[in-house]
């Protein structure tokens, strides 16, 4: 086959060319430290190390997910230790208010005390996440969940929780329901209601209960009813729910055990004729009617024994109530704390699969230099021969010989 020198010229500079781009790739290599620069270099290896690249993407999100939940969930912990100080705090007033040596002076000192702890009892229920997320309010966290008018706090949140996706299996809450904290506390002992009648003229003060059989608990409504003759005082127990008298001239001994269906109480003083103790089964009312209801009975005067009776109940009753507040804020405390250490082992795995999937995009991506650096010097000085020898070649021709 006849040469010509076009053929040649053409051969030659296809040949640097080829060369010329072959070295630089390696030289972008080598300064970007990436054996893959483009997909068409390995397309396995590119594709694994997108899907790779992709499920770190989202474990990074997870931390700033767990991040963002665990500084939440920090503040929510402070929020409910300080409630839960307030609520030990009130309790403690009950307890001082019962000494017989005040009076109406006296409570009513500890009256105002309980207006200014209510105060705070609502700011801490409206508490924030330091971003203008409000705790306490569900899923309506811009909506600030409690508002007081005169003596009633309602609630304008819902029951929902906000979530943060903190890994790819796992939504967690970041905050809790002011419902279900601070609206839905159970009356009495939590089982039952054992309370007096508001219109008893004795000075007969009802236990709190206590449940001595779960299995014997019906769900009615029970009423006991004093009936004083002379010297005699007995009790008639009577289901209000079905209207049937279950029991009655029952002798009244003070402090003696008084067992109805499951629950037992114990009254202490002396009845009236006529005065009346209810058991009901145990509903839901907010902390801050039992607060209320403190006040209320601590702002009542106490003029007659029967007064001082009264007081006494409605303590022993706020006793409870304020007992069964502390700990629903206690359950919702180990819940957080619960949470909290949860984010602690997701971050400890988290970061295993992290250094995980780095490695693995390492041992894809990362460029191997003794190979590259070998290659760059060789493709020189491969480079370097074929300019040499374009040289020699193009400048065979027949007219240096003329």
Do not use: C, W
């Not at 019906?218 to 009790?235: C, E, L, M, N």
Request: hydrophobic share 35%.
């Amino acid at each position: 086959m006849r040469i010509t020198t076009s053929m040649m010229y053409d051969m030659g500079i296809s040949r640097l060319t080829e060369g010329q781009s072959a070295l630089n790739r390696t030289q972008q290599q080598v300064s970007t430290g990436r054996r893959i620069l483009t997909p068409a270099d390995d397309p396995s290896g590119a594709a694994s190390a997108l899907q790779i690249s992709q499920a770190d993407g989202l474990i990074s999100q997870h931390v700033e997910n767990r991040n963002l939940a665990r500084n939440g969930l920090g503040i929510e912990d402070g929020v409910l230790q300080s409630v839960s100080d307030l609520l030990s705090a009130m309790k403690t007033t009950v307890i001082a208010a019962g000494n017989g040596t005040l009076g109406n002076v006296e409570r009513g000192f500890m009256a105002s005390e309980l207006r200014g702890q209510l105060d705070q009892l609502i700011g801490l229920a409206n508490s924030t996440d330091g971003n203008g997320n409000y705790l306490f309010s569900g899923f309506q966290s811009f909506t600030m969940p409690f508002a007081r008018s005169g003596s009633t706090v309602s609630y304008s949140g819902d029951t929902g929780s906000r979530a943060l996706q903190v890994s790819g299996e796992r939504q967690m809450a970041v905050g809790d329901s002011g419902q279900d904290l601070f609206m839905s506390i159970p009356e009495g002992n939590g089982r039952f209601v054992a309370a007096a009648s508001p219109g008893n003229s004795g000075t007969g003060r009802i236990s709190g209960g206590t449940l001595v059989d779960p299995s014997a608990i019906t769900g009615d409504d029970y009423q006991v009813t004093f009936s004083v003759a002379g010297p005699a005082t007995t009790y008639t127990v009577t289901n209000v729910t079905t209207g049937m008298v279950l029991s009655s001239g029952n002798p009244y001994v003070e402090g003696s055990a008084i067992v109805v269906d499951g629950m037992q109480l114990g009254i202490q003083g002396s009845p009236a004729n006529g005065d009346q103790f209810i058991l009901e089964p145990s509903g839901r009312k907010s902390v801050f009617d039992v607060v209320n209801d403190m006040i209320s009975a601590l702002s009542t005067p106490v003029v007659t024994p029967a007064d001082s009776a009264k007081l006494s109940n409605a303590l022993t009753l706020a006793g409870n109530e304020l007992e069964n507040a502390i700990d629903k804020v206690l359950d919702t405390r180990a819940s957080v704390g619960a949470r909290l250490k949860e984010l602690d082992a997701l971050e400890e795995t988290g970061s295993y699969m992290h250094l995980q999937n780095q490695t693995r995009l390492s041992e894809l991506q990362d460029l191997d230099y003794n190979e590259a650096l070998s290659r760059l010097a060789m493709q020189q000085i491969t480079l370097e021969a074929a300019q040499k020898s374009f040289v020699q070649v193009a400048g065979l021709s027949l007219f240096k010989y003329l």
